[in-house]
């Protein structure tokens, strides 16, 4: 290197190295080698990360023990930083310019900016960092880049769910479900090797209207022996208030939109408790 | 905050905001209110983590003058470390259990993974993050986290070309081309608002063999009065050399299968200069 480093060099990597992977555990040692210093030294290194990013609410720095040990970042949210995103949400959302001939709302500005994205999927994976969970899933294609930005932050891959069975993927497990909204009979299909026996699974999905879809890949995932541990939506809509499968996660609550007024009403979800 | 911030605090907390949101400009006003200080003092914290950054080859750290200045965060990765990227990439692929019936490859667990697509992402994005780009574009299905991916390391929105019209985007645009490979018909749609007059897009897609999606979203484009100013793909195949487009970017070449030998073929692709 030539030049000595530096305390604030060895913050300025740390912080780096943490941030740009999100729930991957970096040892001690890797730190000590690129830094050439001693363990006790990152030790107050680390310390110093992990009070000043608890002090600015801009996530949090663990530390794992023991001979595996080491350090990571926790892209966790506070509550208040969620709720300022949401309503956020809510208020683009709302831009009338959106809605679009037959009651559906232009969406691909804020599905697919990477930026609105990464603020989603931290919400959305929110509830979901402390378990353990082997894989985000999702059914094509609206859904797919918030699944893979809420992948990225919870550090596990994703499984995408296709509509017909693809050539390209080998053996597929192939299943008919309902629309619970349309009644219509559709079909998904699935790499069979794309997830092993006894995973769990987060179901991710950009809207939820009767939740026939998060019931099919439920049933899809008991018949690879995998199972559905979360489903978290950033929209579904206020009906039918009874949806085909119990518990979900949703940011936001869609009831419709007044086309004559041309107001669409969307909200806050707020939590029913049992 | 109770406690006084140090200058390591600052560090920390510039980094972590700067690497979380790849070329996004933020102000001196910025760091100076949320972190009670002198702009005279961030300047001298800048310089640390620019001088760091470039030593330890983290990307780049750059500063804008002016009235609309700031500091931002340039993803950029050395040539070696593309290479190594590129190596690894490459050694993966090798794997013969990828080998599926009909001379197909399995890599769902390559493209559908966060940690694997940040890096391709940067490699992909390399040679365009000095452009003007208002866009990245792909179509759907397998090269959408690739996208989003990119889109994320240029900061800039994604735009998906659908195989077919979708009620839910409004009014779209619908264009026939012919896949080079197979000289099939096929179609691909676009929802007519999703791209603004004169916009410059990059074209990112997983796999290109004869060039005709490249070529369609190219004609696709100019319909639009937009224009492709970059092709990049992860993998080209070797055969056809004389591909429908003139000018892409692809980090490997794949020579085809030996499904005797269960021998992959693919390299690091070296550009041909004209």
């Given at each position: 290197m030539g030049k000595k480093i530096s305390k604030t060099d060895r913050?300025?990597?740390i912080t780096k190295t943490?941030?740009?992977?999100?729930k991957s555990i970096f040892t001690l040692n890797h730190f000590a080698e690129k830094l050439d210093c001693a363990k006790s030294t990152l030790s107050e290194d680390m310390d110093v990360i992990e009070d000043v990013f608890r002090r600015f609410h801009l996530g949090e720095i663990h530390s794992v023990p023991g001979a595996a040990g080491g350090i990571y970042y926790n892209p966790k949210l506070t509550d208040s930083q969620i709720e300022a995103i949401c309503e956020e949400l809510c208020q683009r959302i709302k831009d009338k310019s959106r809605i679009i001939p037959g009651g559906y709302l232009y969406m691909?500005?804020?599905?697919?900016?990477?930026?609105?994205?990464?603020?989603?999927?931290?919400?959305?994976?929110?509830p979901y960092l402390g378990q353990k969970i082997d894989y985000?899933?999702?059914?094509?294609?609206?859904?797919?880049?918030?699944?893979?930005?809420?992948?990225?932050?919870?550090n596990i891959p994703m499984i995408v769910v296709r509509k017909s069975a693809r050539l390209t993927e080998g053996t597929t497990i192939q299943m008919n479900y309902v629309?619970?909204?349309?009644?219509?009979?559709?079909?998904?299909?699935?790499?069979?090797?794309s997830i092993p026996k006894g995973a769990k699974v987060l179901f991710v999905d950009d809207f939820m209207k009767a939740g026939g879809t998060?019931?099919?890949?439920?049933?899809?995932?008991?018949?690879?022996?995998?199972?559905?541990?979360?489903?978290?939506?950033?929209?579904?809509?206020?009906k039918p208030s009874e949806k085909l499968i119990q518990d979900y996660y949703a940011l936001l609550e869609f009831d419709g939109i007044d086309e004559?007024?041309?107001?669409?009403?969307?909200?806050?979800?707020?939590?029913q408790e049992e």
């Open positions: 913050i300025a990597v943490l941030v740009e992977n999100p691909n500005d804020i599905f697919y900016d990477p930026n609105v994205l990464q603020k989603i999927a931290k919400s959305l994976a929110a985000v899933v999702t059914i094509e294609t609206k859904g797919i880049p918030l699944a893979i930005m809420t992948a990225q932050v919870l629309a619970g909204s349309s009644r219509r009979i559709n079909t998904m299909a699935i790499a069979k090797r998060a019931k099919g890949i439920t049933d899809l995932m008991k018949e690879l022996e995998a199972e559905v541990v979360g489903i978290a939506v950033v929209m579904a809509t206020k004559r007024e041309e107001n669409i009403r969307i909200y806050r979800r707020v939590k």
